[in-house]
């Protein structure tokens, strides 16, 4: 085979520079990106003259979501309360009910996830623990739609499961 490349006129040491600068597709795993990122002593980056970057606005998760999460948890309590004063026959009060339970969990373990695995620290790693919430907050979306379609929704499987 070698001889071969020889006849046309392309060995030598400039052939193997080219294929291998050409060869894009590796086998072996990159695991750079899984690594935390090292930071600076003190968390401080550049000197003390430089400007504050600010960081970028995001109502959501800034300081906001407490607001969010506080104004949520308040309405929760006389929709918690409605199925011992009216009974379990209302399915909207449920529903409310079961959404603003799924959205109080879900910004209660966002607010960890900014907390504890910071993107500037854990760089995938937040992404991934982030799209996992988000991933399971639909299924738990998902399971409120069924338990209050095929069956008469939460209150109602809390008292079946009461008087049991």
Same mark, same amino acid.
């Given at each position: 085979?070698?001889?071969?490349?020889?006849?046309?006129?392309?060995?030598?040491?400039?052939?193997?520079?080219?294929?291998?600068?050409?060869?894009?597709?590796?086998?072996?795993?990159?695991?750079?990106?899984?690594?935390?990122?090292?930071?600076?002593?003190?968390?401080?980056?550049?000197?003390?003259?430089? @400007?504050?970057?600010?960081?970028?606005?995001?109502?959501?998760?800034?300081?906001?979501?407490?607001?969010?999460?506080?104004?949520?948890?308040?309405?929760?309590?006389?929709?918690?309360?409605?199925?011992?004063? @009216?009974?379990?026959?209302?399915?909207?009060?449920?529903?409310?009910?079961?959404?603003?339970?799924?959205?109080?969990?879900?910004?209660?373990?966002?607010?960890?996830?900014?907390?504890?695995?910071?993107?500037?620290?854990?760089?995938?790693?937040?992404?991934?623990?982030?799209?996992?919430?988000?991933?399971?907050?639909?299924?738990?979306?998902?399971?409120?739609?069924?338990?209050?379609?095929?069956?008469?929704?939460?209150?109602?499987?809390?008292?079946?499961?009461?008087?049991?």
């Amino acid at each position: 085979m070698i001889s071969s490349w020889r006849c046309i006129g392309l060995s030598g040491p400039g052939l193997s520079r080219s294929l291998a600068a050409s060869r894009s597709l590796s086998l072996k795993p990159n695991f750079s990106k899984l690594k935390k990122i090292p930071q600076p002593p003190g968390f401080v980056v550049g000197t003390v003259n430089d @400007a504050y970057v600010h960081p970028t606005p995001n109502h959501y998760e800034g300081g906001y979501h407490w607001t969010y999460d506080r104004a949520i948890a308040i309405a929760m309590v006389p929709m918690a309360l409605t199925p011992f004063v @009216a009974g379990v026959e209302y399915p909207i009060i449920d529903t409310m009910f079961c959404c603003g339970l799924l959205f109080h969990c879900h910004s209660g373990f966002k607010s960890c996830i900014i907390d504890y695995i910071p993107r500037r620290v854990y760089g995938v790693w937040h992404g991934l623990a982030s799209k996992l919430l988000a991933l399971g907050t639909a299924v738990g979306l998902y399971g409120i739609y069924v338990l209050e379609t095929a069956n008469n929704g939460l209150f109602d499987l809390v008292k079946s499961v009461w008087y049991s």
